[in-house]
């Protein structure tokens, strides 16, 4: 079992340096040499843990939304919360770490104009995290709408609606490369309060 804890750990740390390499240097300039030499590790090693650089770089963006994923569902399980700032926080902490690695969309981009270069669908590996976003979002959504705070709207076009401010934030930051999001954020809470507008919700 330790050995299992051991191998597991090691993983990780090579995702994250893995990761900080990527966003140095971008996808194209990274090689699995450059990798294993950052981790101070032969690619001998290097190969017991991933294939190739392609691997390594779809396993380290997992591996940061995954850590979001956990972060997120801290503020849900927050019952001290009401549904807006709790949909607030969300939302924030989402925009915080896309501020917080504004280089690695750009990446992300670059990386996906490839795959589609290449015939393949890059369609997959974006839906697989929109999935995981929306069904956080919809917790917070029913579980609002379970406490009567809701009462007939559809809770599927509230959750469209939040995500595509969410996609919109970022197409500014990958293609136009701003960093600070605070117009995407001011838009966010003005619509999370627009589905919440009694006097007694949490405000800005």
Request: aromatic fraction near 8%; glycine fraction near 4%; charged fraction near 30%.
């Amino acid at each position: 079992m330790a050995v299992v804890v051991e191998h597991e750990k090691r993983k990780h740390e090579i995702l994250g340096k893995a990761l900080d390499l990527f966003i140095e240097e971008g996808y194209e300039d990274v090689t699995f040499q450059k990798i294993a030499d950052r981790c101070g590790i032969t690619r001998t090693t290097l190969y017991i843990y991933f294939k190739n650089k392609r691997e390594i770089f779809v396993w380290s963006i997992k591996d940061l939304t995954e850590r979001l994923e956990k972060q997120l569902l801290q503020i849900i399980r927050n019952r001290e919360l009401n549904t807006p700032d709790c949909l607030k926080k969300v939302m924030d902490a989402i925009l915080d770490e896309c501020e917080n690695h504004t280089k690695l969309f750009k990446i992300l981009l670059v990386y996906l104009i490839q795959i589609q270069k290449t015939g393949e669908d890059a369609g997959d590996l974006i839906a697989r995290r929109v999935i995981r976003v929306e069904h956080l979002l919809n917790m917070i959504m029913i579980r609002a709408q379970n406490n009567g705070e809701l009462h007939g709207e559809s809770i599927k076009d509230m959750v469209d609606l939040m995500y595509s401010l969410l996609e919109s934030a970022i197409f500014t930051q990958a293609v136009e490369g701003k960093e600070n999001l605070s117009d995407s954020r001011r838009l966010i809470h003005f619509t999370i309060n627009s589905f919440f507008p009694s006097d007694d919700q949490a405000t800005n």
